[in-house]
């Protein structure tokens, strides 16, 4: 989850993999069941396929589900059976191999992809591209994107309809690198609302809050200082 690989080959075979929110740039992945059943179904979420390939080996349906992802220039193989799929974006001037996998839920986007360069990386959307809000889900807090954002501004997912594609974490502002931190007591959103569902849940300290203390003392300067009574 929340993963960038540039370059190189990833085979998994005979597992069960959840792989979310993760930038495969140039990066030819390879999916294979050995086994009839599968234990389960390998999930892939929200993923970014620049270049490179997702090939899928496995002689069952719905073994694998493909969902939100956007493929860009890069190649796609179901050798066995069909994927569980759709709301995935394909750029239109992809590689002559690139074929669109047709969707068993929903529809995908097949249109002109531009990237925009931001905070943390190259791959944002554009605010009028047809992946803002063309995802699967319709509350992006529920599969922990709350904290998240696909756009240069840096306006977070929160709990509108899911962005199509690989997300960065929000940052301070459009040209900062550093992580949003609304209560400004040093730890970033991220880390507060560990689950991104963007709720205080057990475990968590309130992001929002002007100042989290361990003990309680409240808002205030760093060091307080008394003066002994006489």
């Known amino acids: 989850r929340n993963s960038q690989v540039h370059g190189g080959f990833l085979f998994v075979s005979g597992l069960d993999l959840n792989a979310t929110n993760n930038l495969m740039e140039r990066v ?11 234990c389960a179904q390998s999930n892939v979420r929200n993923g970014l396929h620049w270049g490179g390939s997702l090939t899928t080996m496995g002689d069952w ?15 796609t193989w179901e050798l066995g059976g069909n994927w569980d799929n759709g709301y995935n974006g394909y750029h239109t001037n992809g590689c002559g191999t690139c074929g669109v996998v047709t969707p068993t839920v929903g529809s995908n986007q097949v249109t002109t992809i531009t990237f925009l360069a931001g905070a943390l990386g190259n791959y944002y959307l554009a605010t009028n591209s047809v ?67 963007g709720t205080v849940d057990t475990g968590e300290t309130d992001f929002n809050t002007v100042y989290n203390s361990t003990y309680g003392i409240g808002a205030g300067p760093g060091l307080v200082t008394f003066t002994p009574l006489k």
């Open 61 to 75: 349906d719905n073994a694998f589900s493909v969902r939100d992802t956007i493929f860009y220039q890069a190649e």
């Open 131 to 197: 992946l803002v809000n063309g995802g699967s889900v319709t509350d992006a807090s529920t599969v922990g994107f709350y904290q998240f954002t696909t756009d240069t501004n840096q306006v977070r997912e929160t709990t509108t309809r899911l962005d199509i594609g690989f997300h960065s974490v929000a940052t301070a502002s459009a040209t900062s690198a550093v992580p949003l931190d609304s209560d400004g007591d040093g730890n970033p959103n991220y880390v507060e609302d560990a689950n991104g569902n």
């Open 28 to 38: 030819a992945t390879q999916l294979r069941y050995d086994v009839s059943p599968p």
